[in-house]
């Protein structure tokens, strides 16, 4: 059973356990193209899958998935979590999605990207946060470099979407370095 049931605050966002009542428009937000690039996938989801999605969440402790909530007027922004959460390896892969593109450039991916390094580290006792990234995702790199992320190397040709090829960085954060940040 996956218990990271929680809520975490920050200065302009609440993060809460994925529910039921995010079904919806993750599942639209995992479906609008424009993203596919940015999120690195090509394929729509039924509703049925997005709802098997949802259960394997429920019983698998790999992954940790938060509904993104802008703090003053509460409405859902985004999701993000971990996943391939290893208690051997004390690693995990972050990812994040603000789906509602309104609320990009205005500083809820730095407060949430925060907010989870702090849980990674700090609660699940992480030693290593790893990210997988788009080279042509200028903001999303901009956003890790900003928090310290360093990077590890580039898998070439990593994902194929939209008939092309994707090259991906290799990005991650130490818990030694996390420590030294401000
Ligand atoms: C990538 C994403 C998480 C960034 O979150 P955000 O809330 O938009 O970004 P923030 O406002 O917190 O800004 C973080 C940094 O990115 C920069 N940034 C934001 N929008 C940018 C843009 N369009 N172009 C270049 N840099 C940008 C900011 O300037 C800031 O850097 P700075 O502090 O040096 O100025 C968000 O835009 C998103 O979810 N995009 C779609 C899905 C996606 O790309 N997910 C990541 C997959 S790896």
Redesign the pocket.
């Known amino acids: 059973m996956n218990t990271h049931k929680l809520e975490m605050n920050a200065e302009q966002i609440v993060l809460r356990s994925f529910s039921e009542a995010n079904l919806e428009k993750s599942r639209k937000w995992a479906n609008t193209k424009l993203?596919h690039p940015?999120?690195?996938r090509s394929s729509f989801v039924s509703n049925e899958e997005h709802r098997m999605w949802y259960q394997n969440l429920l019983v698998d402790p790999s992954k940790i998935v938060f509904a993104i909530h802008e703090k003053s007027s509460d409405i859902y922004i985004?999701n993000t979590g971990f996943y391939n959460y290893s208690c051997e390896h004390k690693r995990a892969e972050f990812?994040?999605?603000?789906?509602e593109p309104e609320?990009?450039?205005?500083?809820?991916?730095?407060?949430?990207l925060r907010l989870m390094l702090q849980y990674g580290f700090q609660e699940l006792s992480l030693n290593k946060i790893c990210?997988?990234?788009?080279v042509k995702?200028?903001?999303?790199i901009?956003?890790y470099q900003?928090c310290g992320f360093f990077t590890e190397g580039i898998l070439r040709k990593h994902y194929y979407i939209k008939n092309e090829y994707i090259d991906v960085y290799s990005m991650s954060l130490l818990r030694v370095e996390y420590n030294e940040l401000d």
Do not use: D, E, H
């Open positions: 993203l940015l999120i690195l985004g990812w994040i999605l603000i789906g609320f990009w450039g205005k500083g809820f991916g730095f407060s949430t990210i997988l990234v788009s995702n200028s903001p999303a901009r956003l900003r």
